[in-house]
C-alpha cells in the first residue's frame, strides 16, 4: 500500500540482496535535495511488526542481530502447508514472555519510545485487547497528558466477546476526552474506516473530508468543497 502511494516504508531491515534487521533504520531520515539548494522532507512510515513476521528467518551469519528478510511467494498453496515460520510468537501462554527476547523486545523498544513522545496519537485497528503486555504500554502510555487514543472497534461495548480491558476503555472514554473510539458494524468496520475516515494523501482540504464524513456517517447529503 505504501508503495502504492508513493511513500518509503522503513521496516527496521537494511540491505538490498540481503536484507538484515539493523533497528538503527527506524531513525533514518528522508528527504528530497531541491535545485535550489532546500531540503524537503520526503513521506514516511515507519512499520512495527511486534510479534515478528512470516518473512523473518533466523540466520547467524547476519549480524548483529541474526535475522535476515525473505520474501516468500505464497501463490502456491502446497508449499503453504509445509511452510512453518520460525520468527513469529504464537498465540500461546507463554506469548508475553518470549516479547522479552530478541527481536520483539527491540521492537517493543522502539513502541513504547514511539507512544511515550509528547503530543502522540495511536491509532488501534483490529486489535482485541487480549495481550496483557500490549495493554500495559498503552496504560502506560495514558499517563502522558498529551498522549491521545483513536479505536476502531467492530465489536461494541454490550457486546459479550469483548476484553475487560477494552470495556474498560469505552468506560474511561466517557471521562477521559483523550480516548475516542468508533465502535459497531459501520464505524468500526475496517472497509469503511479506508472508504470514508481515511483521506486521500493528495487531499488539500482535510476539514471539508471530515465534515463531509460526518455528514455521510449521518445520512446527510455532503457540501460541495
Not at 509528547?118 to 500490549?134: A, Q
Request: with cysteine; aromatic share 16%.
Amino acid at each position: 500500500s505504501a508503495e502504492e502511494i508513493g511513500i518509503s516504508l522503513n521496516n527496521g531491515f537494511s540491505g538490498f540482496h540481503y536484507r538484515v534487521f539493523m533497528p538503527s533504520v527506524f531513525y533514518q531520515d528522508i528527504h528530497i535535495n531541491n535545485p535550489d539548494g532546500n531540503k524537503t522532507h520526503a513521506k514516511s512510515i515507519n512499520l512495527f511488526k511486534l510479534h515478528g513476521s512470516l518473512s523473518w528467518k533466523f540466520d547467524d551469519t547476519k549480524p548483529p542481530y541474526g535475522i535476515t528478510e525473505i520474501q516468500y511467494d505464497f501463490s502456491d498453496d502446497g508449499k503453504m502447508e509445509s511452510f512453518l515460520p520460525e520468527c513469529i510468537i504464537y498465540p500461546v501462554q507463554s506469548k508475553k514472555k518470549h516479547s522479552l527476547d530478541l527481536p520483539y523486545s527491540e521492537m517493543f523498544r522502539q513502541f513504547i519510545e514511539f507512544v511515550n513522545k509528547p503530543n502522540s496519537t495511536l491509532l488501534v485497528v483490529g486489535y482485541s485487547f487480549l495481550d496483557e503486555h500490549v495493554n500495559d504500554i498503552i496504560t502506560n502510555a495514558l499517563t502522558n497528558p498529551s498522549f491521545n487514543m483513536i479505536v476502531f472497534s467492530f465489536l461494541e461495548e454490550s457486546d459479550p466477546l469483548i476484553s475487560d480491558y477494552q470495556k474498560k476503555l469505552f468506560e474511561r472514554s466517557r471521562e477521559d476526552s483523550r480516548i475516542t473510539i468508533f465502535s459497531g458494524p459501520i464505524l468500526g468496520n475496517f472497509e469503511y474506516i479506508v472508504k470514508f475516515l481515511i483521506p486521500y494523501v493528495d487531499d488539500k482540504n482535510f476539514d471539508a473530508v471530515l465534515f463531509n464524513t460526518y455528514r455521510n456517517l449521518k445520512g446527510e447529503k455532503p457540501y460541495d468543497s
